[in-house]
């Protein structure tokens, strides 16, 4: 029988992500006894040809039973898999040298669709499509304990894209497994989309405002990119490294499992996230070529665009229609002029 989970759904408690687009950000996961923590989630998303590559690792410690966490993504992935036994290491080790698969399209609880399942070693991976409702009833009903900014978080991120990634890592599996506390569980995740975004605002996740949140976030990109807000260490977020990256990073990367795709040039970028939980209000947005602005909307700076009518032209839309409709029946119902009846002289 599947247990039923008890997990807080939170983003605080990375240690370390490296990422280019949108990370798969994780944390402080609560079990029944309190002594279930997500410690460290790394990962590495790189954007190349409109694709991008997330390879992240879910890393756990304590407890039993299974928990997990709730992320957004820019859209549905094309591909999920175990990733590389090594990258992400050999990634933290350049920026700091002295330191089965299955689709599915099936109806889930509240109307929120899983549309993507994948068993990964101890880990379940559910991919949902759905608005903030519907993901956090879902959520709901899978066990997860949602704090109480969860529904205005996950309504910040389903107004941009209804997509989530929902990761389940079972502790009891892992330990049958031969996995010890603290093992990171490797996932590659290829997602198709026009520009790479990092969500930001969800490591403050369920947090108090004054908590403090550290990440590492870690960009592999074409060329320098653009950020937006710009890292300027006072707003939380201060850039660490921004150069070409290595030929025998490249290298080393290239030649781990699953990992053919890192191009043979790219940029690589290092942003450490040091701030309060009341500080993390945005996303950081990215325009990969680095000539362009990045969407001051995946910044979470605007609002999506929505049509908006105004009353007066609302009204004079359904009087035209009204009249509209009128002469369609006036045609059907007489047709033609009969014969007869008086036509106008040529």
């Known amino acids: ?158 107004k941009r894209s209804p997509i989530f990634l929902a990761a389940v890592f079972d502790a009891d599996a892992a330990a049958a497994r031969g996995q010890a506390i603290g093992d990171g569980t490797p996932v590659h995740v290829t997602i198709p989309t026009p520009n790479p975004w990092v969500p930001i605002r969800i490591l403050a996740l369920g947090k108090s405002a004054t908590d403090q949140i550290n990440a590492d976030v870690f960009l592999l990109t074409d060329r320098a990119p653009a950020f937006l807000p710009a890292p300027t260490g006072t707003n939380g977020m201060r850039l660490d490294h921004s150069d070409a990256a290595t030929q025998s990073l490249l290298d080393d990367l290239r030649s781990d499992r699953g990992m053919s795709w890192v191009p043979a040039s790219a940029w690589l970028t290092k942003i450490a996230v040091d701030a309060q939980a009341s500080q993390l209000s945005y996303d950081l947005a990215i325009d990969a070529s680095g000539q362009g602005m990045p969407s001051y909307v995946q910044a979470g700076f605007d609002a999506p665009q929505t049509i908006v009518v105004e009353s007066a032209t609302w009204t004079r839309l359904v009087v035209a229609s009204i009249l509209a409709l009128a002469l369609l029946i006036l045609v059907v119902a007489f047709g033609r002029p009969r014969a007869g009846r008086l036509t106008p002289a040529r």
């Open 1 to 158: 029988m599947r247990r039923r989970l008890a997990m807080a759904l939170s983003g605080a408690a990375l240690a370390t992500i490296l990422v280019v687009g949108p990370t798969l950000a994780c944390g402080g996961l609560i079990g029944p006894n309190g002594a279930v923590n997500l410690v460290n989630t790394t990962t590495l998303a790189a954007y190349h040809d409109g694709v991008e590559h997330y390879v992240t690792a879910f890393q756990f410690q304590g407890g039993g039973g299974a928990f997990g966490s709730i992320t957004p993504l820019p859209g549905v992935p094309s591909s999920i898999e175990k990733g590389g036994d090594w990258t992400l290491q050999r990634l933290v080790r350049e920026t700091s040298p002295q330191l089965d698969f299955q689709r599915e399209a099936t109806p889930a609880a509240a109307g929120a669709v899983e549309i993507m399942k994948v068993r990964i070693d101890a880990l379940d991976i559910t991919v949902l499509k759905g608005g903030a409702a519907d993901v956090g009833q879902w959520a709901q009903a899978h066990g997860f304990r949602l704090p109480p900014d969860a529904p205005e978080v996950l309504d910040f991120y389903a």
